[in-house]
């Protein structure tokens, strides 16, 4: 049995595999997320979350499963809530999905999907993945990624370890910079963190793009001021731990490449980006 929403492109079933919904539907916004997720919330407001819709079915003798089919505004926002907690590159369900012991999470389109049985059981993870596959089947179209993405250079990349965001808190959450938005990171930013190079040696690579030119000089001067007062009219630092940081402008885009391992890694990396590669 399906059930069709009519504030929604998406399906949503009533029951799975013996599973059927036993609580009401709910349904929250940006003025209410707080009532559900109490202390996670920031986590989607810093994108365009606009709506989450909640159920939870039940089963006898079997954890109950609980869906949220969040919609998040855009493609680029759906993509950057899943990327902030993704460990593995996995394409079974939507833009990208990945399942750990009774969590299902995917995107796809503007849509980000959670489902969780827990704990586990060999029916519940059954009855979680074909959830997963309706709705997926019921999302028509999928959407672009941020086009900052496509900047990141390709070799060496480390490919689940893309994070996109557009609020300074996110960043520091994967590599401390600073207590303060010294970058100028806000809601017309678009930024994304990627490590690079062989697992326990990676370097990381931060692109920053700004709205204009002026905003992008001064996230350039108070990062220089602030963070890598070294830096002067040397693209390339080593600091004290022995590693490289390297910083440059290019228009609108900052690059800053963190942990390198040589000055020659550094600057690879960083005309790597100039380049297109």
């Not at 929403?5 to 009401?24: N, Q």
């Not at 010294?182 to 697992?199: R, S």
């Amino acid at each position: 049995m399906e059930e069709a929403r009519s504030d929604s492109a998406v399906l949503l079933p009533a029951d799975v595999d013996g599973w059927h919904l036993s609580k009401k539907e709910q349904a929250y916004d940006r003025e209410t997320l707080y009532e559900y997720i109490d202390g996670g919330a920031e986590l989607y407001l810093s994108y365009q979350f606009k709506s989450v819709i909640t159920r939870t079915y039940s089963r006898q003798g079997q954890p109950d499963i609980v869906l949220d089919l969040f919609d998040m505004g855009t493609s680029e926002d759906a993509f950057g809530v899943f990327s902030h907690s993704r460990e593995t590159v996995d394409s079974t369900f939507g833009q990208g999905s990945q399942y750990t012991e009774g969590l299902l999470l995917f995107w796809k389109n503007n849509y980000y999907v959670s489902v969780l049985a827990s704990p586990e059981t060999a029916q519940s993870k059954k009855a979680v993945f074909e959830l997963a596959k309706r709705i997926d089947e019921s999302i028509p179209h999928e959407g672009p990624l941020p086009g900052i993405v496509a900047l990141l250079p390709k070799q060496d990349l480390a490919e689940e370890s893309i994070r996109y965001f557009r609020h300074y808190v996110w960043l520091n959450s994967h590599y401390y910079i600073a207590d303060e938005n010294i970058l100028h990171i806000d809601k017309d930013t678009q930024a994304v963190l990627a490590k690079y190079g062989k697992k326990g040696k990676r370097h990381i690579l931060l692109l920053v793009q700004y709205a204009n030119i002026e905003n992008a000089k001064l996230g350039f001067k108070d990062f220089a001021k602030h963070y890598l007062p070294e830096l002067t009219e040397d693209a390339v630092v080593r600091i004290e731990d022995g590693t490289w940081i390297g910083c440059q402008l290019n228009k609108r885009l900052l690059i800053v490449v963190f942990n390198a391992p040589t000055r020659d890694e550094a600057l690879k990396l960083m005309d790597a980006v100039s380049r297109g590669d």
